[in-house]
């Protein structure tokens, strides 16, 4: 489907789907959609700073090199106005607030989630909640929703079910509709009926 064609669908807001976009891009080393992705952000008026916190989010699901990439490709897109910096929140704050995001995605399945991260390795369940969640996650720039949306299309392109289900839940705690899942599916999938088969898993 053609990116104009894209971001005239219904039902998910263009600036969001960009992101979704520019992160599936990412996590598949396509850098000429995310230049697409970039350069369409810009020229609708888009903050860059919504990239900039995306490409800082897709270190968690697509790792340090690609996201090195991914920057350099941003750079050349749209070079930004002033060198970026900051936007986490201060670090005494980090650990509650990861805490606290970590248990309204999770809501009554929280506890399982720990423990089966701890049962991995104690130091990957702390890296999880310090990093991901306390430093990264919890970044105050994009919402929770438009967070978890990220998430839910970059976990589907990756073909993670178990984990697409549970950000899926964490979208819908934090206002997403269903309408609006089916639309991050889209545009990750394409308007195919894997995204029905996707979307019926969540409940």
Known sequence: MELA???????????????????CAVWRGDWQQLDAAARAA?????????????LLQAVLFAGFPRVVTAFETLAAAWPPDTPPQGGALPPAEQPAAGRALFAAIYGRNEAAVHA??????????????????????????LPPKVRELLAVGVLAAQDQLPQFVGHARGAVHFGASRAELREVLVTAFGDTDRVDEWLRRVR
Do not use: I
């Open 116 to 141: 089966m991260l701890r049962g991995f390795h104690p130091d990957f369940h702390d890296f999880v909640l310090e990093a991901a969640y306390g430093r990264v996650l919890a970044r105050p720039w």
């Open 5 to 23: 064609d894209l971001l005239r669908r219904p039902d998910l807001d263009a600036s969001v789907r960009l992101l979704v976009l520019a992160l």
């Open 42 to 54: 810009r020229d609708r008026g888009q903050p860059r700073q919504d990239l900039e916190e995306t």
